[in-house]
């Protein structure tokens, strides 16, 4: 697909149907986040790859919408320092964004489906992911192939027309 077709197609997925992720496709979908930019090339990211069944259920309960996790085919768990900097902290988080919607489109160039979702129960997902104390988990990107429809590009979007969103050189 080519990079705007994967921009287009890219829709949250809450269904997955029970197809298993190649494991070099999933290599291929954190190497994406892995390679995206971040603040000063900090590169503050950790990625744990879940694809065990009961991990999967149990990690859905880390947050009342993470549901879609325990259908999931895999699910990615990013995972960060602990930072008491509160300017590095918002630093953090754009660049794990930029991480998030990188591993995000490259699924979707392969038709695979993704969600994420954010982590509450942050006691949880350490116990289950095994991470050290000095680590969080900030968001799970959930990965499968769609139990609906095939991803393609989506001609008219729910969005705000481009009109209404884009400014041209001043408000």
Not at 18 to 47: C, H, K
Not at 50 to 78: D, Y
Not at 122 to 136: I, M, N, S, T, Y
Request: aromatic content about 8%; glycine content about 6%.
């Amino acid at each position: 697909m080519d990079t705007f077709d994967a921009i287009r197609a890219r829709r949250n997925i809450r269904a997955f149907s029970e197809r298993p992720i190649d494991p070099g496709d999933l290599d291929r979908i954190v190497d994406a986040g892995r390679r995206a930019p971040s603040a000063t090339n900090w590169q503050p990211w950790d990625f744990v790859v879940v694809t065990e069944r009961g991990r999967l259920v149990a990690l859905s309960k880390v947050f009342e919408w993470a549901r879609p996790v325990a259908g999931s085919a895999a699910t990615v768990a990013l995972v960060a320092p602990a930072l008491e900097d509160a300017p590095r902290r918002d630093w953090l988080m754009y660049d794990f964004g930029q991480a998030t919607m990188s591993m995000m489109l490259a699924a979707a160039d392969l038709g695979i489906g993704s969600g994420h979702s954010a982590v509450v129960d942050q006691a949880l997902a350490r116990g289950l992911l095994e991470l050290p104390e000095d680590r969080w988990c900030v968001y799970l990107v959930t990965l499968g192939y769609p139990a609906d429809r095939p991803l393609a590009p989506i001609g008219r979007p729910n969005r705000r027309p481009l009109d209404d969103v884009v400014h041209r050189e001043v408000w």
